[in-house]
């Protein structure tokens, strides 16, 4: 029996994970199969610029997929049967990952996405994309596919610091990202921001404040990463360039504690690490043992004796 003080939990950790959300509602092991839907990004076509925020991989963050350049059922059935390897009787979820994945026009858009809702075996999608890629009507048609399945929209916002987005290129504001989110809300969509930590030149305090941006704007789930440079992107260039400083484990452990203290108590953590390829990494190092940063993260959870939610203010 854990002495748990946090709520939302039903072992030792003391932050509200997806794997709890999906279990409690679900009452079963939910497996998210990253996808590649062929996108791209305006970001990269031109649109707005050509080599996309500059700490993204050649990949769009999809570096992970099983079958990148297979069609959609083949690389959904190939990392469902890698994930059913390590839980059995698992749930599938569609996770359309690679690079912005609403940009398109609204038929070909219900060309991918109808599919994935109408198989009975998939039990919800989950679709990566950026604020400035969802209008009125494509926000409408997933909230008509939200009635029928379960629906989340994932946006990338990093940082709430414009300066620090400027310089990774990111090529929206903070405020799309803020009233997109504030527009899931009116629908049955279930949104997810994720943001990043150790971005060139910002202090720990820049970090807290994105984290209190989360807080106030409330989504209801957020992915925390911790930046990783990775081979072939505009960020290697930078870093090798400047030498600019990176969090240690140690650091990195600390900024997310205090990230989670002033969440919402009820406010989804899908993932409070990233997945940077081992191929690929440059630095830090330390990221590729996720489970070992976790496993400090929880530690020092216990000695600090907090949880997530503990200095939030509404």
Same mark, same amino acid.
């Given at each position: 029996?854990?002495?748990?003080?946090?709520?939302?939990?039903?072992?030792?950790?003391?932050?509200?994970?997806?794997?709890?959300?999906?279990?409690?509602?679900?009452?079963?092991?939910?497996?998210?199969?990253?996808?590649?839907?062929?996108?791209?990004?305006?970001?990269?076509?031109?649109?707005?610029?050509?080599?996309?925020?500059?700490?993204?991989?050649?990949?769009?963050?999809?570096?992970?997929?099983?079958?990148?350049?297979?069609?959609?059922?083949?690389?959904?059935?190939?990392?469902?049967?890698?994930?059913?390897?390590?839980?059995?009787?698992?749930?599938?979820?569609? !996770?359309?990952?690679?690079?912005?994945?609403?940009?398109?026009?609204?038929?070909?858009?219900?060309?991918?996405?109808?599919?994935?809702?109408?198989?009975?075996?998939?039990?919800?999608?989950?679709?990566?994309?950026?604020?400035?890629?969802?209008?009125?009507?494509?926000?409408? !048609?997933?909230?008509?596919?939200?009635?029928?399945?379960?629906?989340?929209?994932?946006?990338? $916002? &990093?940082?709430?610091?414009?300066?620090?987005?400027?310089?990774?290129?990111?090529?929206?504001?903070?405020?799309?990202?803020?009233?997109?989110?504030?527009?899931?809300?009116?629908?049955?969509?279930?949104?997810?921001?994720?943001?990043?930590?150790?971005?060139?030149?910002?202090?720990?305090?820049?970090? $807290?404040?994105?984290?209190?941006?989360?807080?106030?704007?409330?989504?209801?789930?957020?992915?925390?990463?911790?930046?990783?440079?990775?081979?072939?992107?505009?960020?290697?260039? &930078?870093?090798?360039?400047?030498?600019?400083?990176?969090?240690?484990?140690?650091?990195?452990?600390?900024?997310?504690?205090?990230? $989670?203290?002033?969440?919402?108590?009820?406010?989804?953590?899908?993932?409070?690490?990233?997945?940077?390829?081992?191929?690929?990494?440059?630095?830090? &190092?330390?990221?590729?043992?996720?489970?070992?940063?976790?496993?400090?993260?929880?530690?020092?959870?216990?000695?600090?004796?907090?949880?997530?939610?503990?200095? !939030?203010?509404?």
């Amino acid at each position: 029996m854990y002495n748990n003080p946090y709520p939302y939990s039903s072992d030792n950790k003391r932050y509200y994970t997806m794997n709890y959300y999906f279990q409690t509602k679900y009452h079963k092991k939910v497996a998210k199969v990253p996808l590649n839907a062929g996108f791209t990004c305006p970001n990269r076509d031109g649109t707005k610029g050509n080599h996309g925020c500059t700490f993204c991989s050649a990949k769009g963050s999809g570096d992970s997929i099983l079958a990148f350049f297979q069609d959609l059922n083949t690389q959904y059935q190939q990392g469902l049967t890698r994930m059913r390897s390590k839980w059995p009787d698992c749930l599938g979820f569609a !996770y359309f990952q690679a690079y912005s994945n609403t940009y398109a026009d609204l038929d070909a858009l219900k060309e991918i996405y109808d599919p994935f809702i109408k198989d009975p075996t998939v039990t919800g999608i989950s679709i990566a994309t950026r604020a400035d890629c969802l209008d009125d009507e494509k926000i409408a !048609y997933f909230d008509s596919l939200a009635k029928q399945k379960e629906v989340w929209i994932e946006l990338g $916002l &990093q940082s709430i610091h414009e300066k620090t987005m400027q310089m990774c290129n990111r090529q929206h504001s903070t405020q799309i990202v803020e009233d997109t989110v504030n527009k899931l809300k009116q629908t049955s969509i279930k949104s997810c921001v994720h943001i990043m930590n150790s971005l060139p030149y910002e202090t720990k305090e820049m970090m $807290l404040e994105t984290a209190r941006w989360i807080a106030n704007c409330k989504p209801d789930a957020i992915k925390i990463h911790m930046l990783h440079i990775l081979q072939g992107t505009q960020m290697a260039l &930078q870093f090798f360039n400047e030498k600019f400083s990176l969090l240690s484990i140690e650091d990195y452990v600390d900024i997310v504690i205090r990230q $989670l203290e002033v969440l919402p108590p009820d406010l989804i953590i899908e993932r409070l690490t990233g997945d940077g390829m081992a191929n690929d990494l440059i630095e830090p &190092q330390w990221t590729i043992k996720k489970t070992i940063v976790l496993n400090e993260i929880d530690k020092e959870m216990v000695r600090r004796n907090t949880w997530q939610g503990k200095y !939030y203010k509404k």
